[in-house]
């Protein structure tokens, strides 16, 4: 499944102003391709968790295709969050 590193969830964390217990929602986007889309959500039951350097994501089923094997990481050039 997915593999968050603690740099991209520090990100997360700081950029998104996040607390305690808030959680983020990783998704599937697109019109013309795929894109990763991050929003503030709250989980459910049956979604996939997980939790990085005290940051809470979650995943819904009907995208996990998605993460599937996959890993969430700063770009070299550290500039932005990419999804390989």
């Keep these: 499944?997915?593999?968050?590193?603690?740099?991209?969830?520090?990100?997360?964390?700081?950029?998104?102003?996040?607390?305690?217990?808030?959680?983020?929602?990783?998704?599937?986007r697109g019109a013309e391709g795929f894109f990763l889309g991050v929003d503030r959500d709250n989980s459910e039951a049956d979604?996939?968790?997980c939790v990085v350097n005290g940051?809470?994501?979650f995943i819904k089923e009907d995208d996990l295709?998605?993460?599937?094997?996959?890993?969430?990481d700063f770009c070299e050039k550290g500039?932005?969050?990419?999804?390989?």
Excluded: S
């Design 65 to 72: 295709w998605m993460f599937d094997g996959k890993t969430l």
């Design 47 to 49: 979604d996939w968790k």
């Design 55 to 57: 940051v809470r994501f």
């Design 79 to 84: 500039d932005c969050i990419k999804l390989h």
């Design 1 to 28: 499944m997915l593999q968050i590193t603690e740099r991209a969830a520090n990100i997360y964390k700081e950029e998104m102003e996040l607390g305690g217990e808030e959680e983020i929602r990783l998704f599937v």
